[in-house]
């Protein structure tokens, strides 16, 4: 069973525009939210996270809202731009046991910025 | 500061051959973390050690897997005898104590023909 899902594959936007993805999650017991960009070939790099006490973060053009009751959250990027260009990963930050945390992980959306 | 160092960064080998993943984490970071990526599982969690040793190994799916980490600057992941269904990408991470954020390598792809 899924934890975390991310239920678009995929995503287009225009240069310029607004670029949203959209995260569901399961386990109320997550107490972190992060996002991580993935290019080609690389490894996933942090974005930004949220604590699951917070509604929204902003870092820049990168803005994570969370709702809690909906168990929701999405990145929000503007303007988008055509670097901007990657997969997306949602993951949820959860207690492992032994006083550690691991993350759970979506499936990803790709996100194509077209100029 | 360097990052999280994989390597190979690409191995292909034969089925029933033996694959060794290397990782080196980031200096002064206690967690060290396997994953493999895969179209059909995503990302997902295989073992993490925290100082050295292993704490959680549930992700690993089946004993042809094995994962050692003899000091903190390095860790090894073994795949023996290696299968078709194996090929994937493996990515290690590291992290320091409890802080939120994993950093990951640049990911080792394994193809097994």
């Known amino acids: 069973d899924q934890q975390v899902k991310q239920n678009s594959p995929s995503l287009s936007v225009q240069e310029g525009r607004i670029s949203i993805l959209n995260c569901d999650y399961t386990?109320?017991?997550?107490?972190?939210f992060l996002w991580y960009k993935k290019y080609p070939a690389e490894g996933p790099t942090f974005l930004i996270s949220i604590s699951s006490i917070k509604d929204k973060n902003e870092d820049g053009r990168f803005t994570v809202f969370l709702n809690k009751s909906a168990k929701h959250l999405s990145l929000h990027i503007v303007p988008s731009q055509p670097g901007d260009s990657a997969v997306y990963f949602c993951a949820a930050r959860g207690y492992s046991g032994a006083g550690s945390y691991q993350l759970t992980f979506g499936k990803g959306t790709k996100l194509s910025v077209i100029p | 500061d360097a990052g999280v160092i994989q390597s190979p960064r690409h191995e292909v080998t034969e089925m029933g051959q033996e694959v060794t993943l290397r990782c080196k984490p980031i200096s002064g970071h206690d967690y060290l973390f396997w994953y493999r990526q895969t179209m059909m599982r995503g990302l997902e969690l295989l073992i993490y050690f925290n100082n050295n040793v292993p704490i959680d190994d549930s992700g690993m799916p089946e004993d042809r897997f094995s994962a050692k980490m003899p000091n903190a600057s390095f860790s090894t992941l073994k795949i023996q005898p290696s299968e078709p269904r194996d090929s994937a990408v493996y990515f290690c991470?590291?992290?320091?104590?409890?802080?939120?954020?994993?950093?990951f390598g640049p990911g080792t792809r394994l193809t097994v023909l």
């Open positions: 991470a590291s992290r320091r104590g409890l802080a939120v954020e994993q950093f």
């Open positions: 386990n109320s017991m997550f107490d972190y």
